[in-house]
Antibody, heavy 120, light 107 residues
Framework: QVQLQESGPGLVKPSQTLSLTCTVS??????????WSWIRQHPGKGLEWIGY???????YYNPSLKSRVTISVDTSKNQFSLKLSSVTAADTAVYYC????????????WGQGTLVTVSS | DIQMTQSPSSLSASVGDRVTITCQAS??????LNWYQQKPGKAPKLLIY???NLETGVPSRFSGSGSGTDFTFTISSLQPEDIATYYC?????????FGPGTKVDIK
């Protein structure tokens, strides 16, 4: 059973960089065939796809966030990470890491989500 | 970008009722549509993929249909555990986009 777990600070100051890590258990990121995604949900609102990465390092970023987003992978630790720079209050959201089999933007496993608040 | 709309935004129904939610895409997305269920405080759960295919382990009272721009999600007999918000999501074009959600309550 694959499990994903987000970790990182729950509070980030405006203009700083939000950094989150997703640890994958029950399966190897480097086995291939899966794309590893970040999706966020603003409080009480809908879902927004941030981007994804393949184990090889190839990435896709949502154009609405592309200038501020970096997703990276560490296969030795079976982790992938999100960095979002120059954050504002509008970046306050629950951030989910997720698995997408085949890169079709269909999520079959999600992390539990972590709330990140941007505030001074 | 493709925009997704859903209706209604919320509904209340009795246990055993048939519940129908509609989702519309701003352009033709063929059958590249998913439906997710999200319970309060939890991550979404995939119920339907490719517009009409039931994910493994999902009860058969859930179903989906449609193609092109118009899609329907149905719960044939609403159960108390179905209280949740339901989202459609297109994956025909990048970026993938979710609808705004439909909140389902028990009357």
């Amino acid at each position: 059973q694959v499990q994903l777990q987000e970790s990182g600070p729950g509070l980030v100051k405006p203009s700083q960089t939000l950094s989150l890590t997703c640890t994958v258990s029950g399966g190897s990121i480097s086995s291939g065939g899966y794309y590893w995604s970040w999706i966020r949900q603003h409080p009480g609102k809908g879902l927004e796809w941030i981007g994804y990465i393949y184990y090889s390092g190839s990435t896709y970023y949502n154009p609405s966030l592309k200038s501020r987003v970096t997703i990276s992978v560490d296969t030795s630790k079976n982790q992938f990470s999100l960095k979002l720079s120059s954050v504002t209050a509008a970046d306050t959201a629950v951030y989910y890491c997720a698995r997408d089999p085949g890169g079709n933007s269909v999520v079959d496993y999600w992390g539990q989500g972590t709330l990140v608040t941007v505030s001074s | 970008d493709i925009q997704m709309t859903q209706s209604p935004s919320s509904l209340s129904a009795s246990v055993g009722d048939r519940v129908t939610i509609t989702c519309q895409a701003s352009q033709d997305i063929s059958n590249y549509l998913n439906w997710y269920q999200q319970k309060p405080g939890k991550a979404p759960k995939l119920l339907i993929y490719d517009a009409s295919n039931l994910e493994t382990g999902v009860p058969s009272r859930f179903s989906g249909s449609g193609s092109g721009t118009d899609f329907t999600f149905t719960i044939s007999s609403l159960q108390p555990e179905d209280i949740a918000t339901y989202y459609c999501q297109q994956y025909d074009n990048l970026p993938p986009a979710f609808g705004p959600g439909t909140k389902v309550d028990i009357k």
